[in-house]
């Protein structure tokens, strides 16, 4: 039972549900928009996706290890405890077979995408993450590739989607370097050249801070330009929250301050996720 647990929050099974959530609803955006019946190539598009981001997760605790040991001492570390590394190792594999087994129904293009995403999400796993300002940006860069596929599944340039995309990036590079301040103890140790690490706390909090500050900008621009009205509530509502985080970041020092403010750019997230339905109504 105990590793059955463990399983699922191995593979984040939260931001998974996220995820495929996040899909469904632009399935729905497009479907609204160009009036097709959504297909078995939807729900496939979604197994794969979520296999290829749950093996993205199990590898990069694989290679994680000493680090969240160091980071993350009261928090239970998955490899070398509850699974062997060779488990970890089996279980990643099938999970990009399966990505790449439900890709290859749908069409060569998407075999060949998932194929360079898990590449990259395994580069990311064992040298990229540690390495100066690439590893944000790639994340980032798959995030907004995961909320677009469902419009280069279907050869479709949708605005709206193309906005969530760019919402995603921002939220996910933001996020990921604020997890770099959090995590900047583990990584020391390792010799990561992380932003943290290269430019010290200090700046790369006002980096941040600075980068909030342009992204409420583009929210700003949205809101005016966008076109659409849920486009303008959801900016109006992310504003009011960046300022609240900008707030909190300007008087964090902690690993914990850092954490909770992590936590709040999930919740942003969450928050235009569930915002994609109101899209189909212009």
Known sequence: MKKIVSFFQLIRWPNIVL???????GFLILKYNYQFSIDYKTIFLVITTCFSASAGYIINDF?????????????????????????????????????????????IKIFIIVLIINSLLWIYSYQLKTRFLVGNLLVAFLAATSVYFPALLYAKTNRL???YALFAFFTHFLREIIKDIEDSKGDLAVNA??????????????LVLSLIL????????LYFYAGFEVIKYLCLIINLYLAYVYFRLYKADTQKDFNIISTHFKLILSIGILSMPFGVLG
């Open 19 to 25: 995820l495929a959530v996040c899909q469904l609803f």
């Open 63 to 107: 290679f994680d290890t000493k680090i969240d040991f160091i980071n993350k001492p009261s928090h239970l570390i998955f490899v070398d405890t509850v699974f062997k590394r060779r488990e970890i190792l089996v279980i990643y594999y099938f999970f990009v077979f399966i990505s790449q087994l439900f890709a290859s129904f749908i069409s």
């Open 161 to 163: 989607l193309f906005i």
């Open 193 to 206: 050249k992380t932003i943290p690490l290269v430019l010290g706390k200090r700046n790369t909090k006002n």
């Open 214 to 221: 342009v992204f409420g900008f583009f929210n700003m621009v």
